[in-house]
């Protein structure tokens, strides 16, 4: 039963035919408004979010030189995937329609990736998931420089899974590390650095493509990833670890 005092105020609220509101908001704790999230830490510094800018152009780069290749390699290096699925589907399937609905079958998990980048963020320390992430990405482009058919696909899937599954983090990282004075155009330097600057790999693709192959494309997104990592354990010894939030 609620206490003699709430009793009479709902006694009298009935009466006085008033909203419960007031009863709630006297009888409410009046530490309340003195609890106070966990301050983000870098917010006041502009070195962690330099570095973070330094790290989403990198993926930026990652991102639009794989997703640009994709396709291509899906179609010169799927020969035996191909011919089974024309065993099935007749002659009309073309090698480049089978390599652009492989590579939309391939994406299509991530959206459970990001799905769990979401739900890693809010329960252990932004920096690490997002490392944790970004490092599980070198071993999968790596591979897929040097793999076909069934084998390709599959590392693929993974390599998209985590390097779309980071865009939760980074989007905290983001809303944690700007500064004050930086807060109305921080994602907007976000995504000029992202897509913007991550263009540029399309130039680089081409020329690497002139002067290799395939497989060095892959080894260059390889390094860009590698690079990435580094980037990620500067902001880690630049920063100090954040306090989970509790619900």
């Known amino acids: ?5 709430q009793a009479e105020a709902g006694i009298r ?3 006085s035919c008033l909203v419960g509101s007031e009863m709630c908001i006297r009888d409410s704790p009046t530490h309340c408004h003195d609890e106070e999230l966990p ?14 800018l330094v790290i989403m152009m990198l993926a930026g780069i990652a991102y639009r030189g794989s997703t640009v290749i994709l396709p291509a390699c899906l179609e010169l290096k799927n020969a035996g995937l191909l011919e089974l699925a024309r065993s ?3 002659e009309w399937l073309t090698a480049n329609l089978a390599a652009t609905i492989t590579a939309a079958l391939i994406l299509l998990p991530t959206i459970l990736g990001q799905y ?3 739900f890693l ?16 990405t070198i071993p999968a482009v790596l591979g897929m420089a040097y793999s076909a058919d069934m084998p390709l696909v599959l590392l693929a899937c993974m390599y998209f899974f985590f390097l779309l599954g980071t865009q939760p983090i980074e989007n905290t990282l983001v809303a944690h590390y700007t500064p004050e004075r930086f ?3 921080a994602y907007g330097m976000k995504f000029a650095l992202t897509f913007g600057a991550g263009a540029f790999v399309v130039k680089i693709i081409e020329y690497v493509k002139q002067s290799g192959s395939l497989e060095h494309v892959y080894q260059v997104l390889g390094g860009v990833s590698l690079l990435l990592v580094c980037c990620i354990l500067v902001l880690v010894c630049v920063t100090q670890p954040k306090r989970k939030l509790k619900p």
């Not at 301050?39 to 973070?52: E, Q």
């Not at 320390?125 to 490392?131: C, H």
């Open 116 to 118: 769990c980048g979401g």
């Open 13 to 15: 609220d009935d009466i």
């Open 1 to 5: 039963p609620p206490p003699p005092f």
């Open 121 to 136: 963020a809010e329960r252990f320390d932004l920096r690490f998931a997002y490392l944790g992430f970004h490092v599980l």
């Open 39 to 52: 301050a983000a830490t870098g917010r006041a510094r502009p070195g962690p979010f330099a570095v973070l």
């Open 183 to 185: 807060r109305h155009s």
């Open 88 to 90: 099935f589907a007749d």
